[in-house]
């Protein structure tokens, strides 16, 4: 139907199989576990591990699950945004050593710490609204990385 909104699944309250949690309280450590490590420079691009093993581990509770699915994808995202972003910087570093420019490589280094907040701003304001709707035992559906959690909780299982 055009124009319509469809609302999320909401759950009833449930204990999760991790440490017999509340699933909600799961839900938090999955998506702050993982913005916590977004935080750290240099180990940015493991921040999907968090989510990953919560997805493996969880045997109980479909909300965990597709928590910790949408997690995932949003940290893969992340991860290879940020390994591409490392990358790029080390062969600018690289040509800029080689041709003696030091300004282009200040101008870039500027420009890749920039990019680089912005996107650990970004994935904090969707853990932010994906914990609050965990914390309402409420299903989520990240726009365009959706089906990709999706795919992942159907699919990822020990």
Known sequence: ?????????????HKSSLFDLNANIVILIVWWGASLINFFTH???LSFIIPLIFLLLEKKSPLVREHAGQALALNILSSLVAFGVTL?????????IV?????????????????AIVLSIAILVFS???????WSWEELNIPILGPIGKFFTDKIKL
Do not use: R
């Open 128 to 134: 932010i609204i994906a914990t609050v709707k965990g």
């Open 88 to 96: 790029i910087g080390v062969i600018s570093t690289g040509m800029a």
């Open 43 to 45: 180990i940015k691009f």
């Open 99 to 115: 041709l003696g420019s030091g300004k282009i490589l200040l101008a870039l280094a500027a420009l890749l710490g920039f990019f």
């Open 1 to 13: 139907m055009k124009g319509s909104v469809t609302m999320n699944k909401i759950y009833e309250p």
